[in-house]
């Protein structure tokens, strides 16, 4: 099955930002909405944020809306996650899938990367 590839984590600082990058498949990601998603040690994966297939629409979760931003460039195949401030809660493995619908519930995401880690010091 397909996989995306994430890139771009790493450690920072509190308020400092950083972009994350997913590499999905070519020919076929224009096709579906893609999510970003983080998984906290001890903590369940929850969705942070997701865009339609053409950019149009976005879903945030209440956590990171205002300092988050989701993008995607379709002829590129990639789908970028632009964090600002970021705060010592927002450290986790974040992780990037597609999906039919970008209201789709996690369940229903595939082809998940191996994550990217983003480690925030206060």
């Known amino acids: 099955q397909v996989q995306q590839v994430e890139s771009g984590g790493g450690l920072v600082q509190a308020g400092d930002s950083l972009t994350l990058s997913c590499a999905g498949a070519p020919y076929t990601f224009h096709l579906y909405a893609m999510g970003w998603f983080r998984q906290a040690p001890g903590k369940e994966r929850e969705s942070v944020a997701s865009?339609?297939?053409?950019?149009?629409?976005?879903f945030y979760a209440d956590s990171v809306k205002g300092r988050f931003t989701i993008s995607r460039d379709n002829a590129k195949s990639m789908v970028y996650l632009q964090m600002n401030s970021l705060k010592p809660e927002d450290t986790a493995v974040y992780y990037c899938?597609?999906?039919?619908?970008?209201?789709?519930?996690?369940?229903?995401?595939?082809?998940w990367g191996q994550g990217t880690q983003v480690t925030v010091s206060s």
């Open positions: 899938a597609r999906a039919n619908s970008f209201t789709a519930p996690i369940g229903e995401f595939e082809s």
């Open positions: 865009i339609s297939q053409s950019g149009g629409a976005t």
